[in-house]
């Protein structure tokens, strides 16, 4: 992957090993020196990897314990024929209210006559009909 930064090329590899279960759900990342050896890489390139990887909601760490993998929910649909949804970050209060880690952006669904609906975006998607 010539020309691509190594931080991305790191979270790249530890995307594929989540995303075909070689690394599961509730598994523990091997821990930063690890990752530095097996891509020779330094500490700052690593942890730049994770910051990604939990940015998009494949990851938590626990200081002090790990990172590890994020049990993926299973997604609800939610129909773009019935008013307009908007993507964004959330603010403070709603990422505490939804229990959202950094990074997983919110949709915001919003119908005539109705107030918003705030959802997270790692269990909703917005269906498209047809």
Do not use: K, N
């Not at 090993?17 to 020196?33: C, D």
């Not at 024929?81 to 959202?100: D, I």
């Amino acid at each position: 992957m010539a020309g691509v930064a190594r931080y991305y090329q790191i979270a790249a590899d530890l995307r594929e090993r989540i995303r075909s279960r070689r690394l599961a759900p509730g598994e523990r990342l091997p821990y930063e020196p690890d990752l530095m050896h097996e891509h020779d890489a330094g500490r700052a390139t690593v942890r730049r990897a994770l910051a990604l990887l939990r940015s998009e909601g494949l990851v938590a760490t626990r200081h002090g314990f790990g990172t590890y993998v994020r049990q993926q929910r299973d997604l609800t649909p939610v129909p773009a024929s019935a008013g307009a949804v908007l993507a964004r970050m959330p603010t403070v209060e709603e990422r505490e209210h939804l229990g959202l880690t950094d990074g997983v952006p919110v949709l915001v669904w919003s119908r005539t006559g109705e107030d918003d609906q705030v959802l997270p975006a790692d269990r909703f998607y917005v269906e498209i009909a047809p």
